[in-house]
């Protein structure tokens, strides 16, 4: 079982910065890639950014230039830091894990999701 605890959304104005944060806990052997996804009110749900556990990244075309994903692996952590914020960022955000049990069964687990809002 896995536990993901996310911090870091709030309300902000345009053009401010936030860094989101995600750490998972739990009885998993290894974590494969990590994600971050965004759903605005009447939207459906969207990658906002992805990292794998070798470091490769890939961003959502809105995003791009103002976001930026990373990890920390020792600590099972995934951050994304978001600049520049839009009024069109404003959204649910969800931290999203890929991982392997120890019997190599390969999940996913949602996190309940943090609360972005940027106001203009």
């Known amino acids: 079982q896995v536990q993901l605890v996310e911090s870091g959304g709030g309300l902000v104005q345009t053009g401010a910065s936030l860094r989101l944060s995600c750490a998972a806990s739990?009885?998993?052997?290894?974590?494969?890639?990590t994600g971050w996804y965004r759903e605005a009110p009447g939207k459906q749900r969207e990658l906002v950014a992805h990292?794998?556990?070798?470091?490769?990244?890939n961003y959502a075309d809105s995003v791009k230039g103002r976001f930026t994903i990373s990890r920390d692996n020792a600590k099972n952590t995934v951050y994304l830091q978001m600049n520049s914020l839009k009024p069109e960022d404003t959204a649910v955000y969800y931290c999203?894990?890929?991982?392997?049990?120890?019997?190599?069964?390969?999940?996913?687990?949602w996190g309940q999701g943090t609360q972005v809002t940027v106001s203009s």
């Open positions: 990292i794998t556990t070798p470091g490769r990244t």
């Open positions: 739990g009885s998993f052997f290894s974590i494969s890639a």
């Open positions: 999203h894990v890929e991982y392997f049990t120890r019997t190599l069964e390969e999940y996913d687990y």
